[in-house]
């Protein structure tokens, strides 16, 4: 089985750095089960490509381990030493141990930093789901290639078998990406080669740390990596659940209650929900998708409004979804109220297929809460893959805050934003996003506007199709 990863980030040979291989050598790992021969096929400044090839000795495999059930012959007439597999994963975690933690003693800055990667695997099984590899990996920010491998090579008559080449492209982490790769190529083979046990939860959790609990398909993968024990299962879905919400159910209404307090005397809550339902009427949008909905607070300004046949609430927080469903009554709610809402739980930065096919989307007061380097996954989610006819989006005006009394310079709004834009940056990023994706876009001012600092808020208004 063969791994390869390249990168064009300029100088192009810091996958040295990053990957612990110095370009210049031929590199081996043993394994219990066989070795990782490691090179780089290339390497200049421009590109640079790692290559691992692991090699499997299925006796090793399958020594001292006495029968399996499924018969003596089993252990070794299989796949295992040809197709990437769970023993992908152990070569990844052996063989590559310093990157797939994150760390590099040389270059930990870029370490930290998403740079343009491509990945590919040959071949891996993708076992008795179609489009397996997409519903994995795409929701993760990858544009995904997975091109079948014939049952018998020249004779198209047999179809495809179960192994496909897997090719992933986008801009991560290096020790993302490998953390992807360690745990969801067992998942697209759906067998493991080693018994399992309550260490394999803990290995599940270390390795989807920071993705796999917003993931959509995140009940599919732990059923299909923990080889669906059930005790296992629940464990792993209740701890990725309590991962998700322990931190913001401590402290978020007491962050949020900052925000609304400062700007409490301007009315700007209620002005921008206002501003909001009003942009989504004007554009005769009927099904809307509220993208980070919190408590549901503009839920309900919508479902004052006829026009809207069906309203969906996203938002990567299982707490504040509780908190929306009491807000807005739905235990008591009428069932034509009931079947205009929909709850979900999901994140803005991984393609989510339940969000096709939405008229209009709304952010309000969400992407500061994005960390920068995740905002091309944000967009590309929003404007490529749920691609709806019309994006509102609002976020504070940083040129603003100088007119907050008290409030320190460089000090944020919000303990929980990680940036806020003044006018001119605000219109230097959605200017570009709206070219990029097909939209034309105009910006709007909320609240009250002072002569030198603008407004207190601002609004995109994104729609496509429509004439200037």
């Known amino acids: 089985m063969l791994l390869t990863i390249s990168t064009t980030y300029n100088p192009a040979t810091d996958l040295g750095f990053l990957l612990h291989k110095n370009p210049d050598r031929l590199h081996e790992k043993p394994l219990n089960f066989g070795r990782a021969l490691m090179a780089y096929p290339e390497a200049d400044e421009k590109r ?26 089993d252990q070794y007439v299989n796949d295992r030493p040809y197709a990437a597999s ?23 800055e870029l370490a930290e930093t998403p740079i343009p990667l491509e990945a590919k695997i040959v ?29 018998v090579k020249d004779n198209a008559g ?39 046990d309550s260490d394999e939860v803990e290995k ?16 599919f993968i732990a059923n299909r990596y923990l080889k669906r024990k059930g005790r296992l299962v629940r464990e792993a879905l209740e701890r990725l659940a309590d991962s998700a919400d322990a931190e913001e159910e401590l402290d978020e209404q007491a962050r949020d209650a900052e925000e609304e307090t400062l700007e409490k005397p301007l009315r ?11 942009a989504l009427k004007e554009t005769g949008a009927r099904r809307i998708v509220d993208l980070g909905c919190g408590e549901g607070k503009l839920i309900r300004y919508l479902l004052a409004e ?9 938002d990567a927080s299982l707490a504040s979804l509780e908190r929306a469903e009491k807000r807005l009554h739905l235990d008591t709610a009428s069932e034509r109220v ?43 989610m929003v404007f490529e893959f749920i691609a709806p006819a019309s994006v509102v989006i609002t976020t504070p005006n940083r040129d603003y805050n100088v007119l907050f009394e008290d409030m320190p310079a460089e000090k944020l709004r919000h303990p929980d934003h990680r940036f806020e834009w003044t006018r001119a940056e605000f219109a230097a990023w959605a200017e570009p996003v709206a070219e990029r994706f097909g939209y034309r876009v105009t910006l709007h001012p909320l609240g009250e506007e002072d002569p030198q600092h603008g407004a207190p808020s601002q609004m995109a208004i994104f729609e496509r199709g429509r004439p200037s």
């Not at 496909?164 to 067992?186: K, M, N, Q």
């Not at 700007?268 to 009003?278: K, P, Y």
């Open 48 to 73: 640079c490509t790692f290559a691992m090839f692991v090699e499997v000795d299925p006796v090793a495999l399958v020594r001292g381990k006495g029968q399996a059930r499924t018969g003596l012959l």
């Open 86 to 108: 769970s023993l992908m994963s152990v070569a990844i975690s052996r063989a590559l141990t310093t990157a797939l933690n994150g760390r590099s003693k040389s270059r930990q």
């Open 123 to 151: 071949p891996v099984p993708a076992r008795g789901q179609e489009d397996l590899a997409h519903r994995l990996f795409e929701p993760l920010g990858y544009e995904v290639t997975a091109t079948p491998h014939p049952l």
């Open 158 to 196: 047999w179809g495809d078998s179960p192994y496909i080449t897997l090719e992933l492209y986008g801009r991560a982490r290096l020790s993302d990406l490998l953390s992807h790769l360690y745990v969801l190529v067992p998942v697209l083979d759906n067998r493991k080669h080693y018994h399992v």
């Open 204 to 219: 599940l959790l270390a390795k989807g740390e920071g993705w796999l609990e917003a993931h959509p398909e995140k009940e």
């Open 268 to 278: 700007l809550h209620d002005l921008r929900l206002q501003a909001v339902t009003r």
């Open 306 to 314: 006829k026009q809207f046949s069906e309203i969906a609430g996203v």
């Open 338 to 380: 009931r079947k205009r809402i929909k709850l979900m739980h999901g994140a803005l930065t991984y393609r989510d297929r339940r969000l096709d096919g939405y008229d209009a989307a709304a952010l309000v007061e969400v992407i500061e809460h994005l960390d920068p380097d995740r905002l091309p996954a944000m967009e590309r």
